[in-house]
């Protein structure tokens, strides 16, 4: 296959500053050099913009987003904020995952959806979102991708109310701004993937690392700092729901943390969080460049073999085996 | 938490349990014991009963609340407020255990297992499907599905859809009252012939009270207040667990197809409630199972505390309870190899006593006769009082040795003092608090009694002076009374017959003595009931009076003389002959009979008294019924009266509200009404006033006009006749005038058309003509003389044209002037002075007559106008046509001519 050349475009630095989060890449041509400034999925950061506003550039810029994608997801979610009646909002989720399977089959980046999603769900202040970005940029990245998951493994596991979407969405978002805090380092951002990806290992990674107390009082009170920052931050329609943050790092043997609660106990909403949290790592090499469900599909986890994660990952394949089957048979 | 620490100690109050929960009990090493059987006491952890439905005496029995104890009832309950308030929290019919579901079932509950989903809460069954409630109010495509599947395993439906509504509308009152939390997550699925429904939500402050407020019976207009009563009664099974580590609650409810399980013996179950304060912990171990698992009920027993052993428990039950206990046995329902330890535990007369009841153990005859025994004289509401009677009868003891529980509580401080290793395990100080003699407490009590305090305030000084001063005398006042019964024993008696009878009428009489004592002691409980519930005791009395005439202690006496006389014989003489031989055979015979009949009037006195306490327990539900009548009877009278109060109220306001209307207006009538009237006869008088001044001006007025009449006379009228008839006949002039311009505009107008119609007659020919000359240019050169015609024609149509536009203009201008001309007229007309004679009004009449005509005139001459404008406007339009035309002419004899020269110098 021939390789496409990055289609660069001229973006002056006050249309930069309309965006909230970056949609492609953005090059600065300074004599014959090119600077790479900034990657798809990141905060703007306002002390960015301050900083290059003085010279005024015109920045190269190659964007990621497919419009279209991201404007049909977009109407999609504006229509579902209005429906009233069970069966309209069923058939418009079914709507969508349907959409989001047939788009994410095929090679494309995932930011158009993580981007519609943010529009349409995201009521964190920004001043929280940039605190997340200031801490680690990646963090930010992986909050968005995770969030953005959240919405269509919620919809696939039958929630289809728009409130109770956008506080997954949101949920998801701020599981991990407990993890904010000037000891942040990477050894805590590895603790966190390391804990993901499999469950009771974090702080055993985090004491080969021979890391600091101080970065593992982070790790271990990063659940507890996050149910706080909801509770005090009045943006989830259901402030119930902010509990899920006690239990994101528990175990079905009670041997995790913080209150080492058993995990028979979590409910499929709550599984529903922690797994799209699960499917997303601290790292600077996610893109999701690529095709998203085969992705889904194939994913393997320790977190799985916690039977309420197993059965929201089970109705998500099953929701995408069921669009699947529908094109094989051509029924 | 707690609930599972504690070895399971049941008290079973239901007389017989039914064989299967039997052997539930067995096999899983249950201790449960009846008390009709053996008076052994523990720590109960649950109660079983049978038909009551009043629970309020067995709490304050057993101190249910206090001591976190749980009722278990096998009959369906009518006041589950009142099961509940009382710690009742299993219902489960005896129908539940000829299936597998029952034995399941209490396995949960004793366990406490369970979990979020269905297969973590009922493993065996198999998931059906699942939904999500975020919007109470539009569940309907979700209640249609579950209640398809419930067709389709054949479930009645009806009563499935009733437990749904109910219930989700419950849980959105609670919602409401921010004790619930969204989402509603429901999981539903199947178990052979079982359905099962549950729903989970969060729920952070969840307490007793909003369970049971929404548990009455009553429909009333608050449906909040009975919501999960219908809940309930719609479902064969009702299961309502908390897990307060989670704040998550757990509601399942159970439909079977079993036909045995009917409306009558439905069940309902209560996980972790405690009363009055936040839910206890919920046991949970981690109990995850598979998604879908159709494997049979899984064995919980391993997760079972189970009680130490049966003889373990039994030391710690065999508590020394004064002389009462000395019949102690204990029903330990345990298959243990430690029923001999048990039996070894009975106190007293081991040989009169009935054997331990041993349900599973090598003699099965002896407990099934019990059983019978149980089940044929004494009902299952009776084996409740008998409980109860035991209760009284140890308060009757502590009326005659003080408070025996709590000299039991001190006997455990002075054995623990007495053995100081054994200080720190209670159960230890305990079993050494068991052994502790009668004599010592006797000695505590009256300690505490010199001392004028109660036995709970002694302190450890008080103790501790106990024993040091009293405790030594005690012990050797004990060690000399035991030599003493020891020097009395007949150590070589057992050899000799007359030794052997001896010994048995010792023992008969001691026996005797007893029986004696507790007829007493009968009696007097009797009589203490008389005394204090003399009204609703008939048949007590009855059952005392017969208690008191069978009691016959004049044989006893009789017997007595001849017992002395025997055993003065026998020391005297120490050989008896046969007839005294024979006798004294009739005496024992007798002393048998006396004893067996004393024993009969025992059961009678104890059945007596149970009916008692039955009655009691019937009048004082009556009490409270009536008392619950009266309050609400009260309630109404409050009710009305403070609705009557308001009305009075009500009524005094509006009274004074009238009262006060009254004063303003008779205060108005006072003031207000004269000073208006005054100013309204002031008003009039102006009006009045001015009337008269304008009366007199126009008085001066006529008099003027008269006057000016009088002089004038006719005339002025006839100048003005004459000026208005030339006036009009000017006017007519002119009109005519404009009717022979319009004519000849008309005329004008007619030329113009036949003008118009030879120009086009013209065009026509000059068309002719340039196809002509098109077709002769082809051949020949074009005539040049007929240019300049048509340029003359054209000049000559303008100038007629420029002629009629002016002629247009100067029509227009004089129709102005006209009708200038004519409002001036109108206005003239108008200011005519209005004529006081006869003469002048039809002068006037006949000018506006005149007049009328005139404007009619004018109407027409301007309709006239308006037609003729129409008319020019219309030759403007034709004239602009026509000049199109001739433009086009033009144009098109201009090219002729320009075509013709091109084709010649093409040619040249």
Request: with cysteine.
């Amino acid at each position: 296959m021939q390789q496409q050349k990055p289609l660069l475009t001229k973006l002056p630095i006050k249309d930069l500053a309309k965006k909230i989060i970056c949609d492609g890449h953005l090059f600065l041509f300074s004599g014959e050099r090119k600077f790479y400034l900034m990657k798809p999925g990141v905060f703007v950061d306002p002390a960015f913009i301050k900083k290059y506003a003085v010279t005024n550039p015109v920045f190269d810029f190659e964007s990621v987003v497919n419009l279209e994608v991201k404007e049909k997801f977009t109407k999609h979610f504006k229509e579902l904020r209005y429906l009233q009646f069970e069966k309209d909002l069923r058939l418009k989720c079914s709507e969508i995952v349907k959409e989001f399977y047939q788009t994410y089959s095929e090679p494309e980046h995932f930011l158009s959806f993580a981007l519609a999603c943010h529009e349409a769900f995201c009521v964190l202040p920004l001043e929280d979102q940039a605190k997340m970005h200031e801490t680690d940029m990646h963090l930010f990245r992986k909050a968005l991708y995770a969030s953005a998951f959240s919405i269509i493994v919620g919809m696939a596991n039958d929630f289809y109310h728009y409130l109770m979407l956008k506080d997954f969405y949101n949920l998801t978002f701020s599981l991990d701004i407990g993890l904010c805090a000037s000891s942040y380092s990477y050894y805590v951002a590895e603790a966190c993937n390391s804990e993901n990806r499999n469950p009771g290992s974090g702080k055993k990674h985090l004491r080969e690392e021979k890391a600091s107390q101080i970065e593992m009082d982070v790790f271990h009170n990063h659940p507890q700092k996050s149910y706080q920052y909801l509770k005090d931050t009045p943006i989830l329609s259901y402030p119930e729901l902010a509990e899920v943050c006690l239990y994101q790092h528990e175990l079905t043997d009670g041997t995790g943390f913080p209150r080492g609660i058993m995990k028979g106990q979590v409910s499929s909403w709550e599984a529903i969080v922690i797994f799209a949290d699960s499917l997303v790592e601290i790292t600077a090499e996610y893109q999701f460049e690529t095709s998203v469900v085969p992705y889904l599909l194939n994913f393997e986890n320790q977190k799985l073999k916690d039977l309420p994660v197993n059965r929201v990952y089970k109705k998500l394949c099953l929701a995408f085996s069921h669009f699947q089957a529908m094109k094989e048979t051509g029924s | 938490m707690e609930r599972m620490r504690k070895p399971l100690a049941i008290l079973n109050l239901t007389g017989a349990l039914l064989p299967e929960l039997k052997e539930y009990f067995i096999s899983r090493n249950i201790l449960v014991i009846d008390p009709l059987i053996s008076s052994a006491t523990a720590d109960w952890t649950h109660i079983i009963t049978k038909d009551i439905h009043d629970f309020n005496l067995i709490n304050d029995t057993y101190d249910l609340t206090e001591k976190d104890r749980h009722i278990i009832s096998l009959t369906k309950m009518d006041d589950l407020q009142n099961f509940t308030i009382n710690n009742g929290n299993l219902i489960l019919d005896d129908v539940w255990f000829k299936g597998n579901l029952g034995s399941f079932i209490m396995d949960k509950y004793f366990q406490g297992y369970g979990g979020i989903t269905l297969g973590d809460n009922y493993p065996s069954f198999q998931e059906l499907g699942s939904f999500n409630v975020t919007n109470p109010f539009n569940t309907g495509e979700y209640l249609d599905r579950l209640v398809q599947k419930a067709f389709e395993t054949g479930v009645e439906a009806l009563n499935l859809k009733t437990y749904f509504d109910h219930l989700i509308m419950y849980v959105a009152g609670l919602k409401k009252q921010g004790k619930a939390g969204f989402p509603f997550e429901f999981t539903y699925g199947s178990y052979e012939d079982v359905f099962a429904l549950q729903m989970h939500f969060f729920s952070d402050h969840l307490e007793i009270l909003d369970v049971t407020t929404s548990l009455s019976t009553v429909i009333s207009k608050r449906a909040e207040e009975y919501f999960l009563n219908l809940a309930v009664q719609s479902a064969d099974f009702f299961d309502f667990s908390y897990m307060p580590e989670v704040n998550k609650v757990i509601i399942t409810g159970l439909w079977t197809k079993d036909e045995r399980i009917k409306f009558e013996n439905r069940g309902l179950m209560f996980s972790a409630l405690d009363v009055g304060r936040v839910f206890h912990k919920y046991e949970n171990e981690g109990s995850t199972s598979a998604l879908i698992s159709q494997s049979p009920i899984p064995d919980f027993t391993e997760r079972l505390f189970f009680s130490k052993t049966a003889s373990e428990l039994n030391n710690e039950v065999s508590v020394v309870k004064g002389s009462k206990e000395e019949e102690e046995s204990s029903t330990v329902v345990a298959g243990s190899p430690d029923e001999k330890e048990t039996s070894t535990t009975v106190k007293g007369q081991s040989e009169e006593i009935p054997e331990p009841i041993i349900v599973k153990g090598s003699e099965p005859e002896d407990t099934d006769d019990e059983v019978r025994i149980i089940k044929g004289e004494i009902g299952l509401d009776e084996v409740v009082n008998i409980v109860k009677s035991k209760f009284e009868e140890e308060k009757s003891v502590i009326r005659v040795s003080g408070n025996k529980l709590d000299i039991d509580k001190v006997a455990y401080k002075i054995a623990a003092s007495v053995d100081e290793t054994t200080k720190e395990s209670n159960l230890k100080v305990r079993s050494l608090g068991n052994k502790i003699p009668d004599m010592i407490k006797t000695g505590l009590y009256d300690f505490a009694k010199n001392l004028n305090k109660p036995i709970d305030d002694l302190g450890d000084d008080d103790i501790d002076r106990f024993q040091v001063e009293h405790l030594p005398e005690i012990i050797k006042q004990g060690i000399l009374k035991k030599n003493e019964t020891s020097a009395k024993d007949p150590s070589s008696a057992a050899a000799d017959p007359l030794k052997e009878a001896e010994a048995k009428l010792k023992a008969s009489s001691e026996e005797n003595e007893k029986l004696k004592s507790q007829m007493k002691t009968l009696a007097s409980e009797v009589k203490i009931l008389k005394e204090s519930k003399a009204k609703m005791l008939e048949i007590q009395m009855k059952a005392s009076k017969a208690v008191q005439e069978e009691a016959s202690p004049v044989k006893a006496d009789s017997d007595d003389e001849l017992r002395k006389h025997f055993q003065q014989k026998i020391n005297d003489q120490k050989i008896l002959n046969e007839m005294e031989l024979k006798k004294l055979a009739g005496l024992l015979e007798r002393e048998s009979k006396l004893i067996a009949e004393v024993k009969a009037e025992e059961l009678k006195s104890r059945k007596l008294h149970i009916e008692n306490l039955q009655k009691e327990a019937f009048f004082a539900q009556e009490i409270e019924k009536t008392q619950r009548q009266l309050k609400a009877k009260d309630l109404m009278l409050i009710k009305t009266k403070e609705s009557f109060t308001k009305l009075v109220e009500r009524k005094d306001n509006e009274v004074t509200e009238l009262r006060h209307k009254n004063e303003q207006l008779s205060r108005t009538l006072a003031t207000s009404p004269a000073q208006a009237q005054e100013k309204n006869i002031q008003n009039l008088e102006k009006q009045k006033a001015n009337l008269f001044k304008q009366l007199d001006v126009y008085k001066i007025k006529l008099s003027s006009l008269a006057s000016k009449m009088q002089s004038s006379k006719g005339d002025d009228h006839k100048e003005e006749a004459r000026k208005l008839q030339m006036q009009n006949n000017q006017l007519k002039n002119q009109f005519e005038v404009s009717r022979k311009e319009a004519e000849k505009w008309q005329a004008k107008t007619g030329q113009m058309l036949s003008e118009v119609n030879s120009l086009k007659q013209e065009k026509i020919q000059l068309e002719l003509l340039i196809k002509k000359l098109n077709s002769e240019v082809s051949n020949k050169e074009p005539p040049k003389t007929e240019a300049p015609v048509n340029d003359q024609e054209l000049r000559r149509m303008q100038a007629q044209n420029q002629i009629l536009e002016n002629q247009l203009k100067e029509s227009a201008s004089r129709m102005v002037a006209l009708e200038s001309k004519l409002q001036e007229t109108m206005k003239s007309q108008k200011n005519l002075p209005m004529g006081g004679d006869d003469g002048s009004k039809v002068k006037i009449t006949q000018l506006e007559n005149s007049v009328k005509k005139l404007t009619q005139d004018l109407v027409e001459n301007r309709n006239l106008l308006g037609e003729a404008k129409k008319e020019t406007n219309k030759l403007r339009q034709e004239k602009t046509a026509l000049q199109n035309q001739l433009d086009k002419l033009k144009k098109e004899a201009l090219k002729a001519k320009s075509a013709p020269a091109k084709k010649t110098g093409k040619a040249a």
